[in-house]
């Protein structure tokens, strides 16, 4: 009865990921082109704006677990699908008037994060807790991963379709496409009111009192995750990856902007990246199965820093091509194997660390600890992106700030990470 239940969820909560990347990824990865054509922001506006729009989900990760682990999984995902509905009719409403208004629009950036600041810290319970029930009956640790390396391969085939609807929306400009973004929320939020089953004490993957909606959250909970110096530490050094990623967003589209290629190569970098995901995350997840979580995440970090090498010190002509292209595409195929190898090895590693105790504010400082690091890096980042156009600093300086944090995380994340045993069954 237990196991029946949890494996009917498996694929809802599995789905509910492709539906989730769908609607995000057909309006945000436009974000930075709206506002550098429509608002006419320089590229530090545009990074402070992303950053905050990241931070408000990323770094708001950890209010989110917390009202997870108190509330229910359940009830925190419907609230956070309604909430990034309304940022992104926000969004729309910001280029309804003749002017558009940037305080609308920045508004409907922060509603969007901190929608996903809400549901996402409930997936990644349920997906943890129906992890740790498929590893209770199989008594395989090989498969540790396999249900956040599914997460990945089902989040990406809404990734590869969202970026191609907002392409294709785009000839009727922004306001439709974050239109589109907005009812697609609604009708995300009226499929799992209906497909995610309430919280039934009587059930657990693991025989306890909680099951794969809630968590009873015991006293000094936060406080534990806070204070567990090896947990932040890796967190602190794992928001390398975030920050590194979120370039797809900020940097990337920036300079396909200054190439002068058109909008559509957004929408192709994304399919591209879909089609990585698709073919090569479950080969990834197999070898870090065998290799360990040190070994992948040294291997992950030190990729990310080599596609970033690729546009701070090889010339576009070594691809045979002035514009450029070819290298960004290479770029980011280091950056997404990269994200690819460390994303699904750290979440699985979160309930290890907490050792047994509810794992909501654990996923949730993880996240926060990244999306501070998107805030204070898109700043810098976007800055140096416009002073490297002007010619007043180098142009490998802007990449150079994301390559030194993804080597330090590949030195100093890896010990971090080889705990004993018996801390992944700590009550």
């Known amino acids: 009865m237990k196991t029946s239940s949890s494996?009917?969820?498996?694929?809802?909560?599995?789905?509910?990921?492709?539906?989730?990347?769908?609607?995000?990824?057909?309006?945000?990865?436009?974000?930075?082109?709206?506002?550098?054509?429509?608002f006419l922001l320089a590229g530090t506006a545009v990074g402070l704006i992303l950053g905050i729009r990241?931070?408000?989900?990323?770094?708001?990760?950890?209010?989110?677990?917390?009202l997870a682990d108190r509330f229910g999984a359940r009830s925190?995902?419907?609230?956070?699908?309604?909430?990034?509905?309304?940022?992104?009719i926000t969004l729309s409403a910001s280029l309804w008037s003749g002017a558009p208004t940037?305080?609308?629009?920045?508004?409907?950036?922060?509603l969007t994060g901190f929608g996903g600041a809400l549901f996402s810290p409930g997936l990644n319970i349920l997906v943890a807790a129906a992890q740790v029930a498929r590893e209770h009956n199989q008594h395989s640790q090989a498969k540790q991963s396999t249900l956040f390396a599914w997460l990945s391969i089902t989040g990406e085939i809404g990734a590869v379709t969202g970026p191609l609807v907002g392409a294709a929306l785009w000839g009727w400009g922004f306001a439709?496409?974050?239109?589109?973004?907005?009812?697609?929320?609604?009708?995300?939020?009226?499929?799992?009111?209906?497909?995610?089953?309430?919280?039934?004490?009587?059930?657990?993957?693991?025989?306890?009192?909680?099951?794969?909606?809630?968590?009873?959250?015991p006293p000094g909970g936060l406080r534990r995750c806070l204070t567990d110096r090896r947990f932040v530490a890796f967190c602190g050094l794992h928001a390398s990856d975030l920050l590194a990623y979120n370039q797809l967003y900020l940097a990337i589209p920036l300079e396909l902007e200054r190439?002068?290629?058109?909008?559509?190569?957004?929408?192709?970098?994304?399919?591209?990246?879909?089609?990585?995901?698709l073919t090569l995350q479950l080969p990834l997840a197999r070898l870090a199965g065998r290799i360990g979580a040190a070994a992948t995440l040294r291997f992950g970090y030190l990729c990310s820093a080599l596609g970033?090498?690729?546009?701070?010190?090889?010339?576009?002509?070594?691809?045979?091509?002035?514009?450029?292209?070819?290298?960004?595409?290479?770029?980011?195929?280091?950056?997404?194997?990269?994200?690819?190898?460390?994303?699904?090895?750290?979440?699985?590693?979160?309930?290890?660390?907490?050792?047994g105790h509810p794992t909501g504010s654990y996923f949730g400082l993880l996240a926060s600890c990244g999306g501070l690091a998107v805030l204070l890096g898109n700043l810098l980042i976007g800055w140096l992106l416009t002073?490297?156009?002007?010619?007043?600093?180098?142009?490998?300086?802007?990449?150079?700030?994301?390559?030194?944090?993804?080597l330090l995380a590949s030195w100093l994340a890896a010990p971090l990470v080889r705990m004993p045993r018996t801390l992944t069954t700590q009550m």
């Open 176 to 217: 439709t496409v974050a239109g589109f973004g907005a009812a697609f929320f609604v009708l995300i939020g009226l499929f799992l009111a209906i497909a995610l089953r309430r919280p039934n004490p009587a059930e657990s993957p693991t025989g306890q009192r909680n099951d794969l909606s809630k968590q009873e959250v």
């Open 76 to 88: 925190v995902i419907l609230i956070g699908c309604a909430v990034r509905a309304a940022g992104f």
């Open 259 to 277: 190439l002068g290629l058109p909008t559509q190569w957004v929408g192709l970098i994304f399919a591209w990246i879909s089609i990585l995901t």
């Open 308 to 355: 970033f090498g690729v546009l701070a010190f090889v010339p576009a002509l070594v691809f045979g091509n002035e514009t450029g292209p070819a290298r960004i595409l290479c770029a980011v195929t280091l950056l997404t194997l990269g994200h690819m190898s460390v994303h699904p090895t750290a979440l699985s590693l979160v309930p290890k660390f907490a050792g």
């Open 387 to 406: 002073q490297s156009g002007d010619g007043t600093v180098p142009g490998f300086l802007p990449w150079m700030v994301l390559i030194v944090p993804l």
């Open 102 to 110: 940037l305080w609308m629009f920045i508004l409907g950036t922060l």
């Open 7 to 38: 494996r009917f969820e498996v694929p809802v909560l599995l789905g509910t990921q492709t539906l989730f990347n769908i609607g995000f990824y057909a309006v945000v990865p436009f974000l930075a082109i709206v506002l550098t054509n429509d």
């Open 54 to 66: 990241t931070f408000a989900q990323q770094g708001l990760f950890l209010a989110g677990g917390i």
